[in-house]
């Protein structure tokens, strides 16, 4: 290489530096004010539970009037927050897992609507629905993910209108499906447009600003849409109401789902009993997971640290073991090393509550088989434990032909599990412990999105006393 070949070489590679150098500073920049505006959002309702609960220390008769509201207010409002950045995170670290199934789109489409014109006829406004007979039958996508976008969108249209209409169209154009969520409601202003899609973005209109939310809704709606290869896009007249519309490639299944399963409870499964090791400092975290297993017949045994993890497992050799990677002591990852070399072929699951913690399973060299990210389903903690055991569900038996109604009841429109829930609610109404269906109604919303309009509207109705309007409403989910 000549002198000058090798100065111009050097001179590339500082420009190829600087940019690096520049676009590093960059992000750092972005994520600082991301993080200021975050200490931000959370602060505002820690302020209110610090003030509120020093207020209550000193005077504790205050306990019955609005503090006490004012606190599980801004405590929900903290949960939601996490809820959405957890989401966020997954997506833009690249830790979403598209869970890719075949389903039924009108079943699901009907569900929806089932539930939102019950929200809709709570706040007096009418619900439209309209679908293309031309929609496919069946088709393989993400179901759970899609209720995600469809309920964040319809939440919004009924939230931000006050007399009208919402409405979700289901069109077909070509092999995209168009799904329009239109409401009549207040509108967006023209330089909200884009912003509102930013995260903690909540537009300038004072009206939209003075209903409670996060404004993470769209932001994550957007990066759903997109991590499923759609787009969504706005429309909207101030005044007069906005339309919302998701494009997607939805897959047609050729044949309709084989699993029968769906919506029947799994009672056990088939095959010589296999044993399974949690290990987790969380006492509620264990207690949630030996509740789901040990009734389908898994010998369940428990650790609370990562040593007694590994003397248990040297004890009873499990089939299976759930390793919680942040433990006193030894960490998940050394303990899956320790058990690993005990037993090679062990199944394990990392399980972590931080996104940031995800390692993907590499056939070849990972020390484990699968991870799972809290706060997690019990259904995909149910999934991701047979796809490690490779064991057939039994299932309870299926309702006969001659009980199922004709029409859809609200109960049907919801997940398996819904009755027992909707019971316990009406148990806590029935004797007035009004704290235990607030705790009741948060633990739903933190376990099913597609639960958030059935526990908004019982809220309401406890809020405002409305007992007879509470019981009316929840018996109509156990029909
Ligand atoms: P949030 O509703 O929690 O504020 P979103 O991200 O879902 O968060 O929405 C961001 C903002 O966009 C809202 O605060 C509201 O100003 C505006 N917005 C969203 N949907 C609608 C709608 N259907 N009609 C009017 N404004 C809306």
């Excluded at 500082?14 to 200490?39: H, P, T, W």
């Excluded at 609610?425 to 639960?451: S, W």
């Amino acid at each position: 290489m000549t002198l000058m070949q090798e100065i111009e070489a050097h001179e590339r590679t500082d420009a190829a530096l600087q940019k690096a150098k520049e676009s590093a500073e960059a992000a750092n920049f972005a994520k600082s004010r991301y993080i200021v505006g975050l200490s931000h959002e959370f602060r505002t309702p820690l302020n209110s539970i610090f003030g509120y609960a020093q207020l209550l220390e000193r005077e504790p008769e205050l306990a019955r009037e609005n503090p006490v509201r004012v606190i599980r207010r801004s405590a929900e409002h903290l949960s939601n927050l996490v809820d959405g950045l957890l989401d966020i995170s997954r997506v833009e670290t690249g830790t979403l897992h598209l869970n890719q199934t075949k389903f039924c789109l009108p079943d699901l489409l009907d569900q929806m609507a089932d539930m939102f014109r019950i929200q809709a006829s709570g706040r007096g406004i009418e619900f439209r629905y309209r679908c293309d007979p031309g929609i496919p039958q069946y088709v393989v996508a993400d179901d759970k993910r899609l209720r995600q976008i469809l309920i964040n969108l319809l939440s919004n249209a009924i939230k931000y209108t006050k007399q009208g209409y919402a409405a979700l169209d289901v069109r077909r154009r070509n092999h995209l499906t168009e799904f329009v969520i239109s409401d009549s409601g207040m509108g967006i202003l023209p330089e909200d447009m884009e912003m509102i899609f930013h995260p903690f973005e909540r537009g300038g209109m004072a009206h939209a600003r003075a209903i409670p939310g996060t404004g993470l809704g769209l932001t994550i709606t957007r990066l759903l849409t997109k991590a499923m290869g759609g787009d969504l896009t706005v429309t909207s007249t101030p005044g007069e109401g906005s339309c919302f519309t998701v494009r997607m490639l939805l897959f047609a299944a050729m044949s309709e789902p084989r699993d029968e399963s769906l919506g029947r409870n799994i009672c056990g499964y088939i095959g010589e009993r296999l044993s399974i090791l949690i290990a987790d400092d969380n006492p509620s975290h264990l207690d949630l997971v030996h509740r789901t297993l040990s009734p389908l017949g898994f010998a369940v045994r428990f650790a609370q640290d990562g040593t007694e993890a590994v003397a248990k497992a040297a004890e009873s050799l499990p089939d299976i073991a759930l390793l919680d990677i942040s433990m006193p002591g030894l960490t998940g990852w050394e303990v899956a090393a320790q058990l690993r070399l005990m037993r090679p072929q062990m199944k394990i699951m990392m399980v972590s509550g931080n996104a940031h913690d995800f390692q993907a399973v590499d056939q070849d060299g990972s020390i484990h088989d699968a991870f799972l990210i809290k706060p997690f389903t019990i259904q995909s903690l149910l999934e991701s434990v047979q796809l490690l055991c490779k064991r057939e569900w039994i299932y309870e038996a299926p309702p006969r032909q001659a009980d199922k109604p004709a029409q859809k009841t609200p109960a049907q429109a919801m997940p398996s599990g819904t009755r027992y829930h909707v019971e316990q609610l009406i148990h806590l109404g029935q004797i007035g412990y009004v704290h235990g269906i607030y705790a009741k109604l948060a633990e739903l919303d933190a376990e099913n999105a597609a639960y958030k309009p059935m526990t908004s509207q019982a809220r309401l109705y406890v809020r405002q006393f409305q007992f007879d309007d509470y019981f009316r409403f929840l018996k109509a989910y156990c029909a």
